[in-house]
């Protein structure tokens, strides 16, 4: 399944899990379940911004657009991350006013029986995502995933909760357990937003990725003196890698040039969707510029 059909699948599903949620949450009068609708409903617009950001950042490189848009997926997952909060606020306010005016839950088996269906969907259709996403190594794609599993947890939290109140009578257990899930799913979306957000500001790739980048390249350091300048940064699910390398001034272009393409090939198999640009520079270049 490819990945448009996958946020498809998740818009869907999302979808008919908030309306049942929702309802159902009205119905029993468990602000524990409303919450969990509305963290739900951000998943679905979730879903929505995933679906349309991937077909964004496949576009490829165009005259406006050199570089390609790769960050349309950052933007997507930062801007989920910011819905997650606002859920977890409009939570906490909603569980507050609960607690000063607490009222009985009506229907508690059903509340129940969604909340373990929604688990159950999720739990399938996250996987199934972030099987894929890890494999495209896309941002947009891991946030959606993630989105979906805290559902998981959420979901049997307030399943929980609801027999917890229907077995004992208290009823400040439905209020504490939607500020525990409050709490769970901005502390969840604050780790998203630390991936998501600095490639916008063309972070470097981790020391671990440069120093796997640099030992292939120095796999070939019989063939060049040094290289130097070395940079990288991140857009979706591309990584961008440049460096100078100094070459013996006696190297022919067309040995320098099949040299290049050797190292390129080795960090796309490590990187499928790296963009590497060697700047090669002779020897005496080197000397001189640092003469001067």
Request: aromatic letters at 10%.
């Amino acid at each position: 399944m490819n990945h448009t059909n996958l946020t498809i699948l998740s818009v869907i599903s999302n979808f008919c899990i908030v309306i049942l949620k929702l309802v159902v949450g009205f119905l029993t009068g468990s602000v524990a379940v409303i919450s969990e609708g509305i963290h739900s409903s951000m998943d679905f617009f979730a879903s929505v911004i995933t679906f349309f950001s991937i077909r964004i950042a496949e576009r490829p490189a165009d005259e406006d657009h050199p570089y390609g848009h790769g960050k349309a997926e950052n933007i997507a997952g930062t801007i989920e991350t910011l819905l997650i909060f606002v859920a977890g606020i409009w939570i906490i306010i909603e569980s507050i006013n609960k607690f000063t005016h607490p009222h009985e839950i009506k229907f508690p088996a059903l509340g129940i029986a969604v909340m373990l269906f929604g688990a159950l969907v999720n739990v399938i259709i996250s996987r199934i995502i972030n099987r894929a996403a890890e494999k495209a190594n896309s941002v947009a794609m891991k946030s959606n995933a993630l989105h979906l599993f805290t559902d998981v947890f959420t979901s049997l939290g307030i399943a929980a909760s609801l027999l917890l109140v229907h077995l004992t009578g208290w009823l400040w257990l439905d209020p504490t357990i939607a500020i525990m899930t409050a709490i769970y799913i901005m502390f969840e979306a604050w780790k998203l937003l630390k991936e998501s957000f600095p490639p916008l500001m063309d972070k470097r790739l981790s020391r671990k990725e440069e120093e796997e980048i640099k030992r292939i390249i120095l796999a070939h350091k019989e063939e060049f003196i040094e290289f130097h300048d070395f940079r990288t940064r991140r857009a979706g699910a591309e990584e961008y890698i440049d460096f100078h390398l100094v070459v013996p001034s006696e190297l022919t272009i067309e040995k320098g040039h099949h040299l290049c393409d050797e190292i390129e090939g080795e960090i796309s198999r490590y990187y499928s969707k790296a963009q590497v640009l060697i700047h090669l520079e002779p020897e005496e270049e080197r000397v001189y510029l640092r003469n001067v």
